[in-house]
């Protein structure tokens, strides 16, 4: 793929793999996330979202902590004010398999969340901030 006078241009598929079997992504394995406070960002993710605890290491350098949920890792790193502003432009969307369910786990929780929405996208969906900003999608797929 690139641009020729301002249009994109998709180059045949031979192009890219060189002859051989293209290698595939699998997906995404791990999703690492600066943070202001290792503490908030593990009772959030843990405590309020429901993610298990992997690893805490709040005395390392920096101090990290990695979540599980499903097949996903979540590693939150302690880094003080390297950015003006987390979060921004930044969305994160995971599945769930009730999205309604969810939602009452996490009002019960205390989470500052509103009521399940379908979009027309093709999903039901709620969403949150964490306590860095990073807007967080929770959505059951419409099949």
Do not use: C
């Amino acid at each position: 793929m690139f641009r020729d006078r301002g249009r994109l241009r998709l180059l045949p598929a031979a192009h890219y793999s060189l002859g051989m079997d293209p290698a595939k992504i699998s997906g995404l394995d791990l999703l690492v996330l600066e943070v202001n406070s290792l503490e908030e960002s593990v009772n959030f993710y843990h405590a309020l979202l429901g993610f298990e605890i992997q690893s805490y290491s709040p005395d390392s350098e920096p101090p990290t902590a990695t979540l599980v949920a499903g097949a996903l890792k979540v590693t939150v790193v302690q880094q003080l004010e390297t950015m003006l502003k987390r979060g921004r432009g930044v969305n994160f969307i995971f599945g769930v398999d009730d999205v309604d369910k969810y939602y009452s786990q996490l009002e019960a929780r205390g989470a500052d969340v509103k009521p399940p929405i379908d979009e027309g996208w093709g999903g039901r969906f709620i969403t949150l901030q964490d306590p860095d900003k990073y807007r967080l999608f929770f959505v059951m797929w419409h099949r």
